[in-house]
């Protein structure tokens, strides 16, 4: 007897005793004799995307059912027979499933078995991949300060130091920024808390760099709304001489509200991610916003140019005017008052405020990647694509069949691509705002153009804490957001959104992350269907 043989009469046996539990599975063995190709998968989305691609003539199966939690799921007896009897297996995996469903496959599928990871496998056909913040603070915009140009006009040295100041902060709460140093003590360099003193040069409220160079730091508000913040600059050439007046301009944060709808800023530049520095231009004269330039683009013409010799990953960058410019700090950025001796001037122990934090090289912390890649379709498109030559190799004398399903199948999906992007535009940008249960909508955000504002808990197989609740309700209250969304095969677990929305007035409205239900049943009315929600309650 194979191992194989040995292996399923093992499992005939489990399931013969464990009848009384598992009524019927004993009966149903010989359904894998049947001379058809088996496929096991993890969830019902990847077995409704291989069904389309094998067609009829294979019976494919979930361990997870259509309506199950994949984070949660603990498999039975009859998932184990599914899994003896398969010829090829897929799974997500990056730690979507539950670890008692990865194992389940891993230790009963037949040895010589495909187990395919999707996730993984689909990156080499053009998927894309974001990655998990173990800190969700880090993923925001890292903004510090930097003095560029030699300032030889002026007769400037490598001894003469630039000079930027704050001089006025308009806003609803309080803002500080101040550099955590080696020891974890913070250095503070301005605080609108303590006013501003322009008989003394705004001393208490300026930093000091040397030419050429640039320091990263963290950005402390206190409370949401739009904050304007007035800087000056000057450079004082040599030590103890009459400084050079340099430039003056205003800086536009939206904390914890929509960045698209700043007052008097209509089709302003908004800057929500990577690493940018409010610099004095010696040469030029000016304050200026020198950012990356978006995902995937190139600085805009006539942009500034030229290595980061602060970090290489930034190798180009863009010179923005801050007066067409709006710094976003989302509500993710939400973070308690540090404990430690010296951040009393940021409030009391553990209460909220927005921090943009500094930026330490090489400490841009991420987890594991998000697994949800299906949120975006042309992720899913790469999922059939592996699917497709997996069973083509798996069953050769098939393989014409499977590659002319396969092509039928992504027409329809770049039809759906197509529709929920048409769809979710149809939105007002400054009211595409997501708050929903867990962090799973990465990928349509990123795909769709959608803010993914808020989540109750980053798995939803965790509980919701008391600053989990806290931001929340901030998030909502501060976007003004006229629904949550809520994921109908969590609903019962779902209590701390639902009492949210009570206590705000706000709409619940359903979305599909990792389940189907008795209305959606398939991946493609899954994708309508949470753009079809998205349009009706937020538009």
Known sequence: ?????????????????????????????????????????????????????????????????????PHSYDPTLRDVRDVVYADVAFSNYLLLEDHSVVTTLDANLPDGAPNISLAESATKYAAEVIPLVENVNLDTIWLGLRVSGTGAEHGATRASE?????????????????LTETFGQPRVYFDSGDGFDATDGYTRDTATLPTDAHTHMSWAFTEPGVYRVALGSDLVVEPGGNPVPLAETTVTFAVGVDPYSVPGMAG?????????????????????????????????????????EHDPRHAHVERLDPADTVVSVPN?????????PGFGF??????????????????HVHGEIDPHL??????????????????????????????????????????TDAYVERTIAQIPRSRRHLVTTHD???????????????????????????????????TVQALDVPAVFLEPNLAARSTVLTEVAQENDLRVCEIYSDAFDDRVTTYVELMRANADSLRRCLR
């Open 1 to 69: 007897m194979t191992t194989t043989s040995r292996r399923r009469a093992a499992a005939v046996g489990m399931i013969a005793a464990g009848s009384l539990v598992l009524a019927g599975c004993a009966g149903d063995t010989g359904a894998a004799d049947d001379g058809r190709l088996h496929v096991v998968t993890t969830t019902a989305i990847l077995a409704d995307l291989v069904r389309n691609v094998a067609g009829d003539g294979v019976e494919v199966t979930s361990i997870v059912p259509p309506t199950g939690d």
């Open 162 to 178: 630039a000079r930027l100041r704050v001089t006025r902060v308009e806003g609803p709460g309080r803002l500080a920024g101040y």
């Open 268 to 308: 302003a530049r908004v800057l929500d991610g990577g690493h940018a520095d409010v610099t004095v231009d010696l040469d030029d004269g000016a304050i200026v916003l020198q950012a990356d330039p978006p995902a995937g683009e190139e600085p805009a013409a006539g942009s500034d140019e030229g290595p980061d």
């Open 332 to 340: 993710k950025a939400l973070a308690p008052v540090p404990a430690q």
């Open 346 to 363: 940021l409030g009391r122990p553990g209460e909220q405020i927005y921090l943009l934090p500094q930026a330490v090289l090489g400490k």
């Open 374 to 415: 299906w949120q975006d379709v042309r992720n899913a498109q790469a999922y059939v694509e592996v699917i497709r030559d997996t069973l083509a190799a798996a069953a050769p004398d098939q393989a014409d069949q499977f590659r002319a399903n396969a092509e039928t199948y992504l027409a329809e999906l770049r039809e």
């Open 440 to 474: 799973a909508f990465a990928y349509l955000g990123r795909a769709y153009d959608v803010d993914i504002a808020g989540f109750v808990t980053p798995n939803p197989a965790a509980e919701p804490s008391v600053t989990d609740r806290i931001k929340l309700t901030r």
